[in-house]
């Protein structure tokens, strides 16, 4: 019996370190696709997570793989924040490798008033290209590609202070937010449960966060979305959907288990 306990005690000790290491040190970089017309670098859901101190690991990072461009597909701070000069510097650094394209997530659409206006002022001063229900031409390699940011009603991601009934994004409101798909479209969409209706709107590739993994990973599968949904269907990784892409991100920030931090780079 207390060769038992040992083991047991052995085991969550191992346990505990691997998790502060995954959640304090771990960043890893996943690469996915296997084309050579463009290389994305993205990154997602960083929130409050700081390494180093200020993110330059990140910069590295992403700098060692020589993207055409960068995405940050939504809630590169949270809610709560009231500081945004590590965000900004960390920013510049980052345009200074390629160009950025960002859209707001959650977080961003909930920031209180006043700070929402300083992280506008905040992105102003930088050289990323904000994306609210709006889209730029990016030319790389000879090759155009339209990028298209979406950023639907916050009563898609809570409504009446739960998460009951919310509203959902379909075709006919992609229409609406970014007019009808022209080329080849890159959508920046910070949810990835409404994938299907960014498919039948026309995205050819479409990149996402939110989700965190799914917070816990088992198996390569996701067990909790932020809507307290369990067992969420697309958390990490690329999903076929009916010919179109969708890259899921899980993202930088937030604690997790069994799915680490990453920056994820494609080549489409």
Not at 89 to 108: D, Q, S, T, W
Not at 240 to 258: C, E, H, M
């Given at each position: ?85 590590v965000t ?26 006043g ?10 001063r ?14 790389v ?26 509203d ?28 299907e ?72």
């Amino acid at each position: 019996m207390r060769y038992i306990i040992t083991i047991l005690i052995a085991a969550a000790f191992v346990l505990l370190v691997y998790l502060l290491c995954e959640n304090f040190i771990l960043l890893t970089v996943r690469h996915a696709g296997t084309g050579k017309r463009l290389r994305i670098a993205h990154i997602s859901d960083i929130h409050k997570k700081r390494y180093q101190g200020d993110n330059m690991l990140i910069v590295y990072r992403i700098e060692q793989e020589e993207p055409d461009l960068i995405f940050i597909t939504g809630d590169i701070v949270s809610r709560t924040e009231t500081d945004f000069s590590v965000t900004e510097a960390f920013l510049r650094e980052l345009c200074k490798i390629a160009p950025v394209y960002m859209i707001f997530g959650n977080h961003e659409q909930s920031l209180p008033a006043g700070r929402q206006e300083e992280f506008l002022q905040m992105l102003a001063r930088t050289d990323v290209i904000l994306l609210r229900n709006s889209r730029a031409e990016a030319s790389v390699n000879g090759k155009v590609f339209n990028i298209c940011g979406i950023e639907p009603p916050y009563t898609t991601y809570k409504k009446n202070g739960g998460y009951f009934h919310l509203d959902k994004v379909t075709a006919e409101n992609m229409r609406d937010m970014v007019g009808d798909p022209t080329g080849e479209i890159l959508l920046l969409a910070h949810n990835p449960i409404f994938a299907e209706a960014y498919a039948e709107w026309g995205a050819d590739y479409t990149f996402s966060g939110h989700v965190h993994g799914g917070a816990v990973r088992f198996f390569g599968i996701g067990m909790l979305s932020p809507e307290r949904r369990f067992f969420p269907r697309y958390t990490k990784g690329v999903y076929d959907i009916g010919g179109k892409k969708l890259f899921v991100s899980a993202g930088i920030g937030k604690l997790r288990a069994f799915d680490p931090p990453e920056i994820v780079i494609y080549d489409i």
